[in-house]
């Protein structure tokens, strides 16, 4: 069955620090990922996404995330964070079907 | 050009009532699927609509129904609503139902 799990609930950062949040998925098969922000009042917006080629995917406002395929993981990371980084992340798979499986978030909070 | 739009934004209802919420996809967008947030959770796929057809189905009951139009707009209906029913209900629509999803803002729905 398909799953994506998100290690870390709540992350608090002082601005500039360096940014890695977790995300492992279980399936064995072709998988495609995501990375989405939901800022406070908004929607959900989509940050990065990985389908094949270059495991190192950039993505909007200076966000990264590198497939690791031997750990399962797609870690999503920034070098320096901003107080406007604020907000909650979340990581979501889909086998090629269009319904996305949703970690169940990382909020991160970033202190100016 | 809009992008998805969801209403209402905001509504309560009695236990045991029922609900309709709607969506418009954004511009040029033929699929649409339905996502419950629980507080505290990711979202939960519900199920998707192409060609005004439900084409995949998560794991909820009965009592959630839904409809697409032929302009491609779409009605999530949800019968004998229970206290768990309330939630976040993200619209999200894609051009074809593999491409690249976008989210509405939500309509929040509280039973009470």
């Known amino acids: 069955a398909q799953s994506v799990s998100q290690h870390n609930h709540h992350v608090i950062l002082s601005e500039a620090a360096s940014l890695e949040l977790g995300c492992n998925y279980s399936?064995?098969?072709?998988?495609?990922l995501f990375w989405y922000v939901q800022y406070p009042g908004q929607h959900l917006q989509l940050l990065l996404k990985?389908?094949?080629?270059?495991?190192l995917v950039k993505g909007i406002k200076g966000f990264e995330a590198e497939f690791i395929k031997s750990k399962f993981s797609f870690n999503l990371r920034k070098p320096s964070v901003q107080w406007s980084d604020t907000a909650e992340y979340f990581c979501?798979?889909?086998?090629?079907?269009?319904?996305?499986?949703f970690g169940t978030g990382t909020r991160l909070t970033v202190i100016p | 050009d809009a992008g998805v739009t969801q209403s209402p934004t905001h509504l309560i209802k009695t236990r045991g009532q029922q609900v309709t919420l709607r969506c418009s996809p954004k511009?040029?967008?033929?699929?649409v699927s339905w996502y419950q947030q629980a507080l505290g959770q990711g979202p939960q796929f519900i199920f998707q609509?192409?060609?005004?057809?439900?084409?995949q189905r998560g794991n909820f009951p009965d009592r959630f129904s839904g409809h697409q139009f032929p302009n491609y707009s779409s009605e999530l209906n949800v019968n004998a609503l229970l206290l768990g029913d309330s939630a976040l209900y993200l619209c999200?629509?894609?051009?074809?139902?593999?491409?690249?999803?976008?989210f509405g803002e939500g309509s929040w729905l509280t039973v009470v």
């Open positions: 609509y192409y060609e005004e057809e439900e084409r």
């Open positions: 511009s040029g967008h033929d699929t």
């Open positions: 999200a629509s894609s051009q074809g139902p593999r491409n690249t999803i976008y």
């Open positions: 990985y389908f094949s080629g270059d495991p």
């Open positions: 979501a798979s889909f086998p090629g079907a269009n319904n996305l499986f």
């Open positions: 399936y064995g098969g072709t998988v495609n």
